[in-house]
């Protein structure tokens, strides 16, 4: 009788844990299926990655020239104003700077001349130097500005002044050659020192190379997070720019690509040419060999940045 009962019960129990096994099945399928399409959407939305924003493409079009030029009003009459082209390639994160001599001379086919930089630039200014560069280096310059003074130390002062081995006696150094940390007026009385060993062509040359040491030596990231406040504060100190603020939001990011990923990003060199007395005369070698790497065809895919 046991027996029978023992059975009994087996066999009524067995049908009753399939049972609730399915039907556990049924109800936690149908929660499933509730929280996934009706409470889980909202949870999924909170849960995705935020978008990415800001992503651009910097490429070969972001490249571009700028002729500057540092004029200072006050200084002796002797003195020339300091030409440098700034070649900035972005997508490279490069930038090239090349001091031209003021005292560069070439024959102009347009003109069926002999024309001076520093003539140009006095009796036309500052287009007038644009056009002569682009004639005598056979480049392109997309734009020009003019920095007085104040306006030039302004830069300085924003790119945290500079280490240079200084080698002339200015404001008490020895003029040895040691590394001395110049701030923004000593770099404007360094650039505009007229008697160097090597004449113009020498100052043209520290010119880019103590932009090229400012730039390098700069906190890039700082920069390119205040890269707005920066281009604000100089631009409406420069006297005579043709920079706008259309082209600035062209260009701005790309620059800040360029100074947030690059290191060292920058190099100096100067035109090379001969001494004619008192003129200075480019070399058409060194016109026809300008860096591959910043005047040449692109060889890179653009470069995406977030």
């Known amino acids: 009788m046991s027996e029978k009962r023992k059975k009994k019960v087996g066999s009524i129990a067995i049908p009753f844990l399939v049972t609730i096994f399915i039907a556990t099945l049924l109800v936690g399928g149908a929660v499933y299926f509730i929280y996934h399409n009706f409470i889980g959407k909202k949870d999924d939305k909170i849960k995705e990655p935020p978008p990415r924003n800001g992503s651009i493409s910097v490429s070969a079009e972001d490249s571009h020239t700028i002729l500057l030029v540092l004029d200072d009003p006050e200084a002796p009459s002797d003195s020339n104003a300091t030409f440098v082209l700034m070649r900035s390639v972005p997508y490279k994160k490069n930038i090239l700077f090349i001091g031209v001599p003021s005292n560069s001379i070439f024959y102009s ?5 002999q024309i001076a930089l520093k003539d140009k630039y006095t009796r036309g200014g500052a287009q007038a130097a644009e056009e002569f560069i682009e004639e005598a280096l056979k480049i392109d310059v997309d734009k020009y ?39 923004a007026d000593e770099i404007t009385k360094y650039l505009t020192y007229n008697k160097f060993p090597g004449g113009e062509p020498e100052r043209a040359l520290k010119a880019a190379t103590i932009l090229s040491y400012m730039i390098n030596g700069s906190d890039g990231d700082r920069i390119a997070t205040n ?38 990003i920058s190099i100096a060199a100067c035109v090379d040419g001969t001494d004619a007395e008192k003129d200075f005369i480019p070399s058409e070698s060194f016109i026809s060999n300008l860096p ?13 940045p977030t």
């Open 292 to 304: 591959e790497e910043y005047f040449g065809e692109p060889t890179e895919p653009p470069t995406r």
């Open 145 to 183: 500005m003019v920095f007085d003074v104040n306006s030039f130390e302004k830069v300085c002062d924003l790119l945290g002044g500079v280490n240079y081995p200084v080698d002339i006696k200015l404001n008490g150094y020895p003029g040895d050659g040691t590394l001395e940390t110049l701030a």
């Open 227 to 264: 890269f707005d406040r920066y281009f604000s504060e100089i631009i409406n100190m420069i006297p005579n720019t043709n920079v706008t603020a259309v082209d600035y939001d062209k260009k701005k990011r790309a620059i800040q690509y360029m100074f947030n990923f690059g290191s060292g």
């Open 109 to 113: 086919q347009k003109e069926n001349t």
